[in-house]
């Protein structure tokens, strides 16, 4: 950890900085968890160990609750489920995930100490827990969750204060981190990062977090000099400034003050109209789709829960041919109807027309994220493969490079999913040059080979929040 230091930043407390100067694509420093644990609603479907996700999975024969990948997984895993595995059967049910990691992160704090590694830069006794801060309902469930905790933890574990329980529920409520899949496309448990609670946010930041191979990487979006604060986002930016203010408050308990918030920056974009010939449309034309756009949003969004995508469509294609001539391209409402519909006829294999909404959804997340955000980068990586799924080979090619050079940055060489894309690069830079010599027996080598190996159905569409998916886990 010679890359950083604690430090006292003003008006925010603790937080870290630089020690040496940083570039882009730089990782300054790597964590494994202290504990983590699968989320309640996937334990039967992800490895208990690994956190990857597998078809078939293998269940401990003691407490029939944990799942493994196969015996190599059961027997890593093991000292983190050995007295958890006996509480569960001593128990008789499997308490929530909340409670499952506090139980892991005091299993290991008695064996391991206060300081589990040389690395570890703070002890979880000096986090901030926030608990005066908490709305009544959520004291009610903290105090509901410590009750269930002190039936679950054994009596022949050391036992602890309540003070000191509630306070790493307090602890793993606002600094608890989403542990992702082997592929890093979905969140499927938390963890806690002792080194990482100690980075503050900053709505535009220096830095972002990743998963890589089981461990956090905190990754330089640019140029950071020696002496400057490391920051990430606890929210996404695409959030109008007076709504990221409100959910840092509600979830992560202090007022943002950063530039952007101070000075609504793009906010007038990302709620603006489209400008033609010179010409804008009135201030009431833009509030009318704006707010007929809001609507169709909640309409499309319960479509989408009940699983009838043909009248996703019908909702998307009304609402984008009423307000796209009203609303500029970086409205964040109707960018969330374009990716939808881009995911969604992407899924139903309409691939000229998810092709254009998801070019059209790229264009306006240039010109509100970061260059090097992570989201841009996943968005030009679909698009990327829509469009060759369509057979514009030249558009697909274009949008996996720059999905590759983001990624590059804020994912690193060695994550999977860059190595997935630096395999579609290549290949799309091989099917680009067939495509310029010859265009017909491109196409036509093409459908042969799409013939003998049909496309697979793309996963289900999920919701539109999920696409924007933080990774600092919030209790819901």
């Known amino acids: 950890m010679e890359n950083v230091v604690i430090f006292d930043s003003p008006g925010k407390g603790r937080g870290l900085k630089a020690t040496k100067e940083f570039w882009a694509g730089d990782v300054i420093f790597s964590e494994a968890s202290l504990a983590a644990v699968v989320f309640d609603s996937l334990a039967e479907r992800i490895c208990h160990s690994c956190f990857r996700r597998q078809e078939k999975l293998q269940r401990c024969g003691q407490c029939k609750f944990a799942h493994y990948c196969d015996r190599t997984c059961q027997r890593a895993g093991w000292a983190e489920h050995k007295q958890e595995c006996s509480a569960i059967k001593a128990y008789g049910k499997v308490p929530n ?22 690395m570890q830069l703070t002890t979880l006794d ?19 969750d410590i009750h269930n905790f002190l039936d679950f933890w054994p009596r022949t574990s050391k036992q602890h204060t309540v003070d000191n329980i509630s306070h790493l529920f307090g602890v793993i409520n606002c600094n608890g981190f989403s542990v992702s899949d082997q592929r890093g496309l979905q969140a499927v448990g938390v963890g806690l990062f002792p080194n990482l609670c100690l980075v503050n946010h900053n709505c535009w930041p220096n830095c972002t977090v990743i998963l890589n191979h089981g461990k956090i990487e905190l990754r330089s979006l640019g140029k950071i000099a020696e002496g400057e604060e490391l920051t990430v986002a606890y929210v996404d930016y695409m959030n109008l400034s007076e709504e990221r203010q409100r959910l840092l408050k509600t979830q992560y308990f202090f007022d943002c003050t950063c530039e952007h918030c101070t000075n609504k920056t793009k906010d007038d974009i990302k709620l603006g109209g489209r400008e033609v010939d010179g010409v804008k449309p009135s201030e009431e034309q833009v509030k009318e789709a704006t707010d007929y756009c809001f609507q169709m949003l909640e309409k499309m969004e319960k479509a989408r829960l009940n699983g009838d995508y043909h009248e996703v469509v019908k909702i998307c294609r009304e609402c984008i041919e009423k307000t796209e001539p009203v609303l500029a391209e970086t409205h964040i409402y109707l960018l969330r109807m374009w990716s939808t519909m881009s995911e969604v006829q992407a899924y139903l294999q309409y691939f000229n027309d998810a092709a254009e909404y998801a070019r059209k959804m790229v264009e306006g997340y240039m010109k509100l994220y970061h260059p090097n955000n992570a989201t841009l980068g996943m968005a030009a990586m679909r698009a990327g493969v829509t469009h060759w799924q369509a057979g514009d ?8 490079c720059k999905a590759y050079a983001i990624l590059m940055v804020t994912h690193g060489p060695t994550h999977p999913i860059t190595k997935d894309l630096e395999a579609m690069r290549v290949q799309t830079e091989m099917e680009l040059r067939m495509f310029k010599q010859n265009e017909y027996v491109y196409y036509s080598m093409r459908e042969a080979a799409l013939k003998n190996k049909p496309m697979t159905m793309l996963h289900e569409p999920k919701s539109v929040e999920e696409g924007i998916k933080n990774l600092f886990h919030r209790r819901k």
């Open 393 to 400: 080979i030249e558009v697909g090619h274009g949008m996996i």
């Open 126 to 144: 000096e986090l901030e827990d926030h608990i005066t801060d908490m709305p009544e309902d959520e004291l009610k469930e903290l105090k509901v």
């Open 97 to 118: 995930e909340n409670i499952r990691l506090v139980a892991r992160i005091l299993w290991r704090l008695d064996k391991d100490g206060t300081v589990v590694s040389d």
